[in-house]
């Protein structure tokens, strides 16, 4: 008989539905974490001790993730629901891995996720890292991270030279304030030359009066991002502009998903206005 | 001196043969009609004999020289021509199609000066359409639009005129005043060759008739020689009297 | 008669000021004092970059996009004397786009700037052989405007296709411009490289033009008259595939121009293919400026494309056009 009442519980709990899914709870120091996408993947690399990290995302390893090289030599698997459960983790770390309703269903099926999420400013990525760690069991490690994150800022907090600078993508697009690089920009010192809100095409009209001192070429280096027939990087006013400025490299992995790594590129370009 | 002459043209399409040694010659001052059944072989040879269709053998000279070698233009210069099918591709004036009769003399449509334009007044005129000369085309009866084409050919002013059934589906009075003004052209001094399939109205206005069946030529001379009641019963197969220049058709033979 | 003499000088006054009123339009405000200063000389050195670099390249490219658009239809019209025949409707527009993305996703075009013009220029011209060939085959127009959407059709799933397997990396967005056409950003560099093939194929139809009224007689008496038809097809299908082309090479593809303004100018010059051919091409070009300031006015979050407002004319025109044509015509 008591052999038998575990599977009764089991099949009476399938049948009732999610309302009656057991609780999951989040074990306090987990051990078999998988990450969904390449940005969880740079929290799980950054704060677990690799034996606790059982599979990553495929694009671990890929030029646009920051911990690529701690990456090698582990195991990834597919975000799909599947391949993730036959593993049994007892955590999974995702942004968008998975699809929309991946959290929803991990959670029904009685794994706990943590959520990166998304941040627009260097104060919220500075929490988000620690919520991140806590959830992750490895508190210290979090705030070592941010520890660090502050002093690099605190460094470029003299150099508010106020110099224009000016995103770009090989596509021409640019962004203005609300968003992360916004406040990148800012961080490092510099004036977004970029006024108005949300990612645009770069501002061919404002070129002709002014150019910026730096420019934060983002992307360039990446094979998914390049100039298109249309694109207002063609155009001689620009080329003429911004041929005479300064530019900064940033890479991919420094901006792609929200990080510490961000501060690489913040410092690139503090960098940058110094010559 | 502005001749057609045809020799021995024969036109093959595919594995048919429709037409077959046909030789003819048309001159300035001649009414000549081309008479026959349905798929004599009629259109082929006068197309042939313009240079529009490939002949298999034979030649077609005009003025002397092989039509194949002129261009375009050229023959349209001398031989004015009026094909059996009409379309009016878009609704023009009265006086727009009959001024592309002077195409081949190179002026621009709607700013015709000049000879071009007084060539334009006079087939107006000469066809009684003067008064129409602003009108729409695709307001015209079916009559006045005979006549539209007819001076567009007049108007062309060329030596000789090759006209393929002008007056089919015309009232017989339409039918009359076509007829008449390709009289009058020819009894100005050109020469004209129409296809018709009204034996007693070529009878009238021809002064030569030509007669061909199943491709071939078999005779060619004045109505007076030609019309007789043996040769229609060969060419169309009907029994019919000729008294004079009156043909009563009674039958199928 | 009075209004028909008064077409053109209308047509170029009015295209002249629809060029002006789209300097109005930028990202950057500029009152009208200092934009008229910039045009007619004297402002400050920016001002005269923007409008002069930025502002009117755009505008000259949407007038000679849509005065090659508006010729070639208009002689296409002519030739196969029929209202509906125009380069987008039958497949030659979505055929240049196919060749000038295959020339760019595939390292063509790094040979030389000029081989995306005439790569374009390749589609467009192959295009029309095609038509043309079909009507030497058939006098349905429905027949030919079925080739044409199955072109265009196949010309767009072709592009899909090559973009994907495209060598060099290409972006969405892209690939929406070639297909549904723009002129953002357009500088004359871009311009200078179309131009020469757009003002040859309207040459070329220009000086062919009496041919097409020659035409409205039928085949058989246009020969009948002295008309070469021969040297006529090639000329009219040489000439509306290097106008195209260029149009496509500058601003993607656009269609239904040249049904529109064809359509309104032939009452005005008694329906005479030969004599609509410049009307129809300062009106198109006059279209497509009006349609580029509706795209840079109407607040969608990204700038809607050229083709689109094109379409949302033309289409319509097409269709009450169709069904005006009686039955017999077809």
Known sequence: ?275 | ?253 | MMRDSLLMPALIIASILALVAACFLGSTSLPADRLLAALFGGADAGDRLVVWQIRLPRAIAAYIVGAALGISGAALQGLLRNPLAEPGVLGVSASASLMATFSLYYGIATITPWALPIAAIIGALTATAVITIAALRTQSVVTLILIGVGLSSFAGAAMSLLMNLAPNPFSLSDMINWMLGSVANRSFDEIRLAAPFILAGGLILFATRRGLSALTLGEEAASGIGLDLRRQRIATVVGAGLATGGAVALAGAIGFVGIVAPHIVRPFVGHDPARSLIPSALLSGLILVVADIFVRLIPTSSELKLGVVAALIGAPAFVWIAMQRRAGND
């Open chain 2, 1 to 253: 001196m502005t001749e057609l002459t045809v020799r021995n043209i024969s036109v093959q399409a595919d594995k048919a043969t429709l037409v077959s040694d046909a030789s003819f010659t048309l001159t300035r001052g001649e009414f000549v009609a081309l008479l026959g059944p349905n798929g004599a072989g009629k259109t082929s040879l006068i197309r042939a004999a313009m240079g529009l269709q490939d002949a298999s053998d034979g030649q077609s000279l005009l003025g002397g020289t092989d039509v194949k070698t002129l261009s375009p233009a050229e023959r349209a210069r001398q031989i004015a021509y009026l094909p059996q099918t009409r379309p009016l591709a878009w609704p023009n004036s009265v006086r727009d199609v009959v001024s592309l009769g002077r195409f081949s003399h190179g002026a621009p449509l709607g700013r015709l000066k000049g000879l071009d334009a007084e060539a334009v007044d006079r087939a107006l005129q000469a066809c009684g359409l003067t008064d129409l000369a602003a009108r729409k085309t695709n307001t015209l009866s079916g009559g006045e639009l005979a006549r539209v084409h007819c001076a567009r050919a007049f108007a062309a002013e060329a030596p000789l005129l090759i006209a393929d059934e002008p007056i089919a589906a015309l009232d017989p009075r339409q039918q009359f005043r076509i007829l008449d003004l390709i009289r009058s052209y020819v009894d100005q001094g050109s020469g004209a060759l129409v296809v018709l399939h009204d034996i007693q109205l070529a009878a009238r206005y021809a002064s030569r008739m030509i007669w061909m069946k199943d491709g071939r030529i078999v005779a060619d001379g004045p109505p007076a020689d030609t019309l007789t009641p043996d040769r229609l019963r060969h060419i169309y197969g009907v029994n019919a009297r000729v008294e004079g220049s009156q043909i009563f058709i009674e039958g199928a033979a």
């Open chain 1, 1 to 275: 008989m008591t052999r038998l009442a575990p599977l009764l519980i089991a099949l009476f709990l399938s049948a009732c539905g999610q309302d009656l899914a057991p609780e999951t709870q989040r074990p306090d120091r987990p051990v078999r974490v998988v990450s969904l996408d390449y940005c969880a993947d740079q929290y799980v690399l950054k704060l677990l001790d690799r034996d606790h990290i059982l599979a990553l995302s495929p694009d671990a390893g890929r030029e646009f993730s920051y911990m690529r090289n701690a990456a090698d030599d582990l195991p990834t698997v597919r975000p799909s629901a599947e391949d993730v459960i036959i593993l049994k983790p007892d955590l999974v770390v995702r942004t968008y891995g998975g699809g929309p309703n991946a959290s929803a269903f991990f959670r029904k099926a009685g794994i706990p996720v943590v959520d990166v999420g998304w941040t627009p400013d260097i104060p919220s990525v500075m929490a988000n890292t620690q919520r991140i760690a806590d959830e992750l069991g490895e508190s210290e490690r979090g705030a070592a991270v941010n520890a660090e994150m502050q002093m690099r800022l605190d460094d470029l907090r003299h150099r508010a030279d106020g110099q224009l600078a000016l995103y770009m993508t090989p596509a021409g697009v640019t962004t203005g304030p609300g968003s992360l690089i916004h406040e990148m920009i800012e961080a490092a010192g510099l004036t977004n030359m970029q006024t108005e809100p949300g990612w645009r095409s770069i501002p061919l009209e404002r070129l002709a009066y002014e150019k910026p001192d730096v420019v934060a070429a983002a992307f360039f280096g990446s094979r998914t991002n390049h100039p298109d027939a249309w694109s207002p990087m063609k155009h001689p006013v620009a080329r003429k502009q911004l041929t005479n400025s300064e530019v900064v490299s940033l890479e991919g992995a420094w901006t792609s998903c929200s990080g510490w790594f961000l501060m690489d590129a913040v410092e690139a370009l503090a960098e940058g206005t110094e010559q």
